[in-house]
Every structure is written in structure tokens, then in C-alpha cells.
């Protein structure tokens, strides 16, 4: 079956630690996402990368890095310098970037930090 | 700038009654998408249903049905006949060409629960 793997579902992590966040599509969608959910806030983008090789912040990348050195593959790093970073994160894919094509997202990892 | 709201952070049925999830959008484009996504317990977001700015007919498909409204910038989703299944958090969302090459703009998502 094709979809979007998310690894681990649950984290935890110490202050100050960067810790990676896994995602895996093998869908062959050339666009990849990373979303961040806080309860009552919506959905708010992280990072998005059209193509291989590329990537482009979104709304909140301030404290997040992020790599795209192959098409199945999108991970995101957390730094020490995100100063909030628990949270749900979501990954998610689409056939390509425009504007209307739909997303499909993995199941997400939870991220403490403390 | 563009926003979606849904004013109903969260709304609680019983089984079998109809339910309705508001959408209110703001966008400056005249060309947009909006979408609806469910997220179970699970956590995965799941696609609903796509419509674009140009085709205001309104859609069913089974017990769900979309209501578009231009004049209103209103994009209602209705849940007919509503099963214990349903409970979930839904999210409305708009996709315009302002700004990035992919502004996809949730709202806060408003959690239903159908109780048996």
C-alpha cells in the first residue's frame, strides 16, 4: 500500500537536544510538507520541498532544518534553538506543488521536549 | 492575506442526527481551492473534498454534502445522519496563489463528537 510513514510516533527529548524526525512517502509525490499542530491552532507549515535538492520555508521555520536528499525522503531536524518545540508534526505529500492538489499526511509524530 | 474560520471548536451529536461544520474564508484572489480534511484519533489527516472558486454546485457524496457560497465566502460541510465513526477533528482550508508557490491556509478545526 502507498502512504507516508512518520517515525516514531512518540518522542521524547531533553532540553536543548536536536532531535530528527522521520518521514517516508512511496507514493512518488514530488512535494513534501511539514506541518506543526498545537491544540486549537490549526495546521501551520513548517518547511515544503517541490523537488529533490530543494526546499523553502513556510510560516514558522524559525528553530527547524530540514533536508531533501532523496525524493522518498523529507526528514526534519528540531533544534535547541525551536524555543517551544513540543507539538504534533504531520508530514505530508503531494503530486506537486500546485495550488490544488490535495495532501496526504502520515499519522504524525508527537514531540515532547522537557 | 487569506484566513479560514470555523467558529465551532467543538460541537457533540447523537447518533443519527444531522450536523452541520461552518467554514468562513477570506482571500483576495479570484481563482482558489478549498478543501475539507478529517483527523481521527489516529491523527492522519484524510482528504474529503476539493472544490475550486469557479464551480459553486454544491456536492453529496453518501451522507456528506458541501454547500459552497460564494456570496457568503462560506464552505459548509454537512454530515447527514450523523454515526459514532464521525467523531473527529475537521479542518476546512484554503489554497490560493498569494505569497508561495503552495499558501495552503487551515482554520483551527472544530471537533465533533457523536455520541451512541
Known amino acids: 500500500d502507498g502512504g507516508i510513514t512518520q517515525s516514531p510516533k512518540y518522542l521524547f527529548r531533553k532540553e536543548g537536544q536536536n532531535v530528527t524526525l522521520s518521514c517516508e512517502q512511496n507514493l512518488n509525490h514530488d512535494a513534501m510538507y511539514w506541518y506543526r499542530q498545537d491544540p486549537g491552532q490549526g495546521l501551520r507549515l513548517i518547511y515544503y520541498s517541490q523537488i529533490v535538492n530543494d526546499f523553502q520555508k513556510g510560516d514558522i521555520a524559525e528553530g527547524y532544518s530540514v533536508s531533501r536528499e532523496k525524493k522518498e525522503s523529507f526528514p526534519l531536524t528540531v533544534t535547541s534553538a525551536q524555543k517551544n518545540p513540543t507539538a504534533f508534526y504531520l508530514c505530508?505529500?503531494?503530486?506537486?506543488?500546485?495550488?490544488?492538489?490535495?495532501?496526504?499526511f502520515g499519522n504524525g509524530t508527537r514531540l515532547t521536549v522537557t | 492575506a487569506q484566513k479560514v474560520t470555523q467558529a465551532q471548536t467543538e460541537i457533540s451529536v447523537v447518533e443519527k442526527e444531522d450536523v452541520t461544520l461552518d467554514c468562513v474564508y477570506e482571500?483576495?484572489?479570484?481563482?482558489?481551492?478549498l478543501f475539507w480534511y478529517k483527523q481521527p484519533p489516529s491523527g492522519e489527516l484524510v482528504f474529503l473534498i476539493r472544490?475550486?472558486?469557479?464551480?459553486?454546485q454544491n456536492e453529496i457524496s453518501g451522507r456528506y454534502s458541501w454547500n459552497f457560497q460564494k456570496s457568503t465566502s462560506s464552505f459548509n460541510f454537512t454530515i447527514t445522519a450523523s454515526q459514532v465513526v464521525d467523531s473527529a477533528v475537521y479542518f476546512c482550508a484554503l489554497s490560493d496563489l498569494s505569497g508561495s508557490a503552495r499558501q495552503l491556509t487551515f482554520g483551527s478545526g472544530t471537533q465533533l463528537t457523536v455520541l451512541p
Open positions: 505530508a505529500s503531494s503530486t506537486d506543488s500546485s495550488y490544488n492538489s490535495p495532501l496526504h
Open positions: 472544490r475550486n472558486s469557479f464551480d459553486e
Open positions: 482571500t483576495r484572489d479570484t481563482t482558489y481551492y
